[in-house]
């Protein structure tokens, strides 16, 4: 039997931004490997006989640690001929793929990654929110919320922050005192314009604006998963929010 991993983006929520390519990956799928940020409504399209896994992550309860996801990616692809990895955005944004596909390559297992619509441009678009501008903002920076385990945000050279324009921080809501902390300690003004937005491209959408001297109160009535956006493009939302 020659089986096949498909490492797997579902993107940001909306179960409409969900690729062709992945639709079709997820219908085929004789196992299925889930995250907790994977939309549970794409699961109805997997075949009645496709076995369902599930190994999600949440702040302080790691279901199943990485080392052992790893594992069972491989123990089930030497059982079934596709495997689908099914992964909440995309695989390689922060999303551990690149781990999995290393691992699997050691052991001598095919894999295909299957890009996803990244959170971190796709949920400020549905704020309203778009992360470059011409004659605000050329460029922007996604940078992780947490490190791995023994390593903290606070190891970052923030002092490389000075110069961007637009920061999108991913699975950043719990150390979000520390973030707004270190970017007004490399210089960025407190009147710089922020906001959070929580469960982004859903119905539970929320979004909370500030900037970096009241986003860190304001911040109490976020829940995760959530993405933090700094940066002038923040202030175009009065005119370009279309999904509230």
Same mark, same amino acid.
């Given at each position: 039997?020659?089986?096949?991993?498909?490492?797997?983006?579902?993107?940001?929520? *909306?179960?409409?931004? @969900?690729?062709?390519?992945?639709?079709?990956?997820?219908?085929?799928? *004789?196992? $299925?490997?889930?995250?907790?940020?994977?939309?549970?409504?794409?699961?109805?399209?997997?075949?009645?006989?496709?076995?369902?896994?599930? %190994?999600?992550?949440?702040?302080?309860?790691?279901?199943?640690?990485?080392?052992?996801?790893?594992?069972?990616?491989?123990?089930?692809?030497?059982?079934?001929?596709?495997? %689908?990895?099914?992964?909440?955005?995309?695989?390689?944004?922060?999303?551990?793929?690149?781990?999995?596909? @290393?691992? @699997?390559?050691?052991?001598?297992?095919?894999?295909?990654?299957?890009?996803?619509?990244?959170?971190?441009?796709?949920?400020?678009?549905?704020?309203?929110?778009?992360?470059?501008?011409?004659?605000?903002?050329?460029?922007?920076?996604?940078?992780?919320?947490?490190?791995?385990?023994?390593?903290? $945000?606070?190891? $970052?050279?923030?002092?490389?922050?000075?110069?961007?324009?637009?920061?999108?921080?991913?699975?950043?809501?719990?150390?979000?005192? @520390?973030?707004?902390?270190?970017?007004?300690? %490399?210089?960025?003004?407190?009147?710089?314009?922020?906001?959070?937005?929580?469960?982004?491209?859903?119905?539970?959408?929320?979004?909370?604006?500030?900037?970096?001297?009241?986003?860190?109160?304001?911040?109490?009535?976020?829940?995760?998963?959530?993405? $933090?956006?700094?940066?002038?493009?923040?202030?175009?939302?009065?005119?370009?929010?279309?999904?509230?």
């Amino acid at each position: 039997m020659k089986s096949k991993v498909y490492l797997t983006g579902a993107g940001p929520g *909306d179960i409409e931004l @969900l690729t062709v390519k992945a639709l079709k990956a997820i219908q085929n799928a *004789d196992v $299925i490997i889930y995250d907790r940020l994977a939309n549970s409504e794409i699961l109805k399209e997997a075949k009645k006989e496709a076995k369902l896994i599930f %190994v999600g992550k949440e702040k302080g309860f790691h279901r199943v640690p990485q080392d052992e996801i790893n594992e069972i990616i491989y123990q089930n692809a030497l059982k079934y001929e596709k495997v %689908v990895r099914l992964k909440g955005g995309d695989p390689f944004v922060f999303g551990r793929g690149g781990e999995e596909a @290393l691992y @699997l390559k050691k052991r001598g297992i095919a894999f295909e990654i299957i890009p996803g619509v990244t959170s971190a441009i796709s949920v400020p678009a549905y704020a309203g929110i778009p992360v470059t501008n011409r004659g605000i903002t050329p460029s922007f920076r996604v940078v992780t919320g947490h490190r791995k385990t023994n390593e903290n $945000i606070a190891d $970052i050279n923030w002092n490389s922050f000075i110069e961007d324009e637009t920061i999108i921080f991913l699975m950043g809501l719990h150390n979000i005192e @520390l973030i707004i902390t270190n970017l007004l300690k %490399v210089g960025k003004p407190k009147d710089y314009p922020c906001a959070i937005i929580s469960n982004g491209t859903t119905k539970n959408q929320k979004v909370i604006e500030g900037t970096l001297d009241t986003i860190v109160q304001k911040s109490k009535d976020a829940v995760s998963p959530s993405i $933090i956006i700094v940066g002038e493009v923040v202030k175009l939302r009065n005119d370009l929010k279309w999904f509230d």
